[in-house]
């Protein structure tokens, strides 16, 4: 058992890029604190690397040649693509663990077909993410990426299959590994539609996540999501994954629609590990 | 139909800073490279952020290469809604616009 932390949290560049925007301060900070504190309880766990799958936005993949999905295997990184006055984040080098990656990613071949890759650009996707969780960026990462991006898009029991394949090989592995899946539940990111929310339709989400309700989180189609939650609610394949990989509970410590300058419900989600 | 040459050039303009530079000092030449019709052409060289939005550049390209070019998030939000307004609806992807163009949904 070498799965030792599993959550979820979400990822627009607004969140740090449009931070002075926010018009309720105090409503934004508790959305970073209930944030940090997730990245605190996963360094508890003490892991050696951090998978985070995320759905990127074109920084690595195009359509000349894209991957359903992919996993690096380098042994650092740079981010964020963007640029860092844009996100609010500086340019760094992050860790990464091309060895380790390398054996992750052999065993979820045994089931599942991956690309991997040895260098790797994060966006915001994936610095967003650390940027709370592991603000120093000194805890290895391996990124993970499902296509959310450019359909045709891998069909959401293959998300699934996906997170269990991950499972098997981070049980594989004698490390200990935490895994964060980041997305949007709802949005229509980079759009005028910006800001824009379906709150009820992310509440019926989160409740299905948090209950690991396999039937319930595959008993959507890309045509309702994107006509109810935006092309932005593709990325739910990245909680899918996380809630096949870790198989337990999942606990909301925080959900808000009242960010719409973040183009992005905020969500910060925890689940057990079973 | 050469949407997908355009979002190439605006992919790899987003990840290079040699492109970024060629994009600054060299931009005909750069152009040349990828095979745009004239519509497509012009909307890069005007920076003309509410037509590359109407002709289908996907969104998350779209938004680096407004931060590319220094727009502020307001002006980009609204380069897109003049676009519409002038162009029509967005002619292909999955970014089109489903709001009213005079709706600010996050007050910008
Ligand atoms: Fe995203």
């Known amino acids: 058992m070498s799965l030792v932390f599993a959550g979820v949290s979400s990822h627009a560049p607004g969140i740090t890029g449009r931070s002075h925007l926010a018009p309720d301060a105090a409503h934004r900070d508790e959305f970073y604190a209930a944030y940090r504190r997730m990245g605190e309880a996963m360094m508890a766990t003490r892991p050696d690397a951090v998978i985070i799958v995320a759905a990127e936005h074109f920084a690595n993949f195009f359509m000349n040649n894209m991957p359903a999905y992919a996993v690096g295997m380098a042994d650092h990184y740079e981010g964020p693509i963007e640029d860092p006055a844009w996100l609010g984040i500086p340019k760094t080098r992050i860790p990464g663990a091309a060895e380790l990656s390398k054996r992750i990613i052999t065993e979820i071949l045994q089931s599942t077909d991956v690309a991997y890759a040895e260098e790797w650009k994060f966006d915001h996707g994936v610095m967003v993410p650390l940027s709370f969780l592991t603000p120093k960026f000194d805890t290895p990462v391996i990124p993970v990426n499902i296509n959310c991006q450019g359909p045709p898009l891998t069909p959401l029991h293959r998300a699934w299959a996906f997170g269990e394949a991950l499972r098997r090989a981070c049980d594989s592995v004698p490390e200990r590994i935490a895994v964060v899946g980041t997305g949007g539940i709802s949005h229509w990111p980079a759009t005028p539609d910006s800001g824009k929310i379906n709150e009820p339709w992310d509440r019926d989400f989160l409740d299905r996540w948090s209950r690991n309700d396999r039937a319930a989180l595959l008993n959507y189609n890309d045509v309702d999501i994107y006509r109810e939650a935006g092309q932005g609610g593709f990325e739910i394949r990245t909680f899918l994954a996380v809630a096949a990989a870790a198989r337990g509970q999942g606990h909301v410590w925080f959900y808000t629609a009242a960010i719409p300058i973040f183009a992005v419900g905020c969500t910060v989600g925890v689940m057990d590990v079973a | ?108």
């Open chain 2, 1 to 108: 139909m050469s949407l997908y040459a355009l979002q190439k050039m605006i992919f790899e303009l987003n990840r290079s800073p040699l492109v970024q530079e060629r994009f600054k000092t060299d931009l005909p030449r750069l152009l040349d490279e990828f095979d745009l019709d004239e519509e497509e052409r012009g909307a890069v060289e005007r920076h003309d952020i509410g037509l590359l939005y109407v002709l289908g550049v996907n969104g998350q390209l779209l938004m680096h290469l407004s931060a590319l070019i220094g727009q502020p998030w307001a002006d980009y939000l609204q380069a897109m809604r003049d676009g519409v307004a002038k162009h029509g609806p967005v002619r292909a992807g999955v970014y089109a616009m489903t709001t009213a163009l005079d709706e600010k949904v996050a007050g910008l």
